[in-house]
């Protein structure tokens, strides 16, 4: 495959308004990259960015090979009845164009992507009728159905259960084994950990680099307020102190 996605001193937002900038990443095939952090910490923003949804405010974004993009779920913008095999379907336009009819490959990689998922049981039934968990399956199978070089996901295990997302992650990695990029936006820090790059962003970037070296205490507690440490055995929640003007 032939996915790259490289930034530098790359500033994303809205109109004039920076969210984070000074990112600088270098992403080849095989590599998994967490956004991580909390709601409006630029996530969102930066992964429509390298989508291509949203221009950069300044810096340089280069961004090759065929792109699979998940976007955050908005259960209301199906007032259509269609059906979650119809969502899945979808994957595939890109690939047929205006005219071209679907092939037995179209249909092997649809079907293929919602045995992945779990989605397949339900595949007639009217996405309006699914569940949270259900209609995620079956965003992600659409993703999958794509066959991308690149996989760009907002927030990809909402509404799945543990078992879920340890079925996602899995997923992941078997997409990294064929060579895909892979870029989520998450607040899951056991997804961060097994991916190969992590970014923490708090309205700036506040770590980048190797799981090891980003997921730290003290970086967690600049991110979201909160860290977890491990003392003799004992999981220890650490809060980032109130400040009082005096």
Same mark, same amino acid.
């Given at each position: 495959?032939?996915?790259?996605?490289?930034?530098?001193?790359? +500033?994303?937002?809205?109109?004039?308004?920076?969210?984070?900038?000074?990112?600088?990443?270098?992403?080849?095939?095989?590599?998994?990259?967490?956004?991580?952090?909390?709601?409006?910490? =630029?996530? %969102?923003?930066?992964? *429509?960015?390298?989508?291509?949804?949203?221009?950069?405010?300044? =810096?340089?974004?280069?961004?090759?090979?065929?792109?699979?993009?998940?976007?955050?779920?908005? /259960?209301?913008?199906?007032?259509?009845?269609?059906? &979650?095999?119809?969502?899945?379907?979808?994957?595939?336009?890109?690939?047929?164009?205006?005219? *071209?009819?679907?092939?037995?490959?179209?249909?092997?990689?649809?079907?293929?992507?919602?045995?992945?998922?779990?989605?397949?049981?339900?595949?007639?039934?009217?996405?309006? !009728?699914?569940?949270?968990?259900?209609?995620?399956? @079956?965003?992600?199978?659409?993703?999958?159905?794509?066959?991308?070089?690149?996989?760009?996901?907002?927030?990809?295990?909402? &509404?799945?259960? +543990?078992?879920?997302?340890?079925?996602?992650?899995?997923? @992941?990695?078997? !997409?990294? +084994?064929? =060579?895909?990029?892979? @870029? %989520?936006?998450?607040?899951?820090?056991?997804?961060? /950990?097994?991916?190969?790059?992590?970014?923490?962003? +708090?309205?700036? @970037?506040?770590?980048? =680099?190797?799981?090891? /070296?980003?997921?730290?205490?003290?970086?967690?507690? &600049?991110?979201?307020?909160? /860290?977890? &440490?491990?003392?003799?055995?004992?999981?220890?929640?650490?809060?980032?102190?109130?400040?009082?003007?005096?």
């Amino acid at each position: 495959m032939s996915g790259r996605i490289e930034t530098e001193h790359l +500033a994303v937002g809205f109109g004039d308004h920076v969210v984070v900038d000074a990112v600088d990443l270098r992403l080849e095939p095989g590599d998994a990259l967490a956004l991580v952090g909390s709601n409006g910490s =630029g996530k %969102s923003t930066l992964l *429509r960015s390298l989508v291509g949804l949203l221009p950069p405010l300044s =810096g340089r974004v280069d961004v090759e090979g065929r792109i699979g993009y998940l976007g955050q779920d908005h /259960a209301q913008s199906f007032v259509l009845a269609l059906r &979650a095999l119809d969502v899945v379907r979808m994957g595939r336009f890109g690939r047929l164009g205006l005219v *071209r009819r679907p092939s037995a490959a179209d249909h092997r990689a649809v079907d293929e992507a919602m045995v992945r998922t779990g989605c397949r049981e339900f595949g007639n039934r009217p996405m309006r !009728e699914l569940s949270g968990g259900q209609r995620q399956r @079956v965003r992600l199978a659409q993703v999958l159905a794509t066959q991308a070089d690149l996989l760009l996901v907002d927030e990809p295990t909402a &509404a799945i259960d +543990a078992a879920g997302r340890e079925h996602w992650l899995e997923i @992941v990695a078997q !997409e990294r +084994a064929r =060579g895909a990029i892979v @870029v %989520s936006a998450t607040h899951d820090i056991g997804e961060a /950990a097994r991916s190969s790059q992590v970014l923490l962003l +708090a309205g700036r @970037v506040v770590a980048a =680099g190797p799981p090891a /070296a980003v997921l730290t205490p003290a970086h967690l507690l &600049a991110t979201f307020g909160i /860290a977890l &440490a491990q003392i003799d055995s004992v999981v220890v929640a650490t809060e980032e102190p109130h400040r009082h003007d005096h």
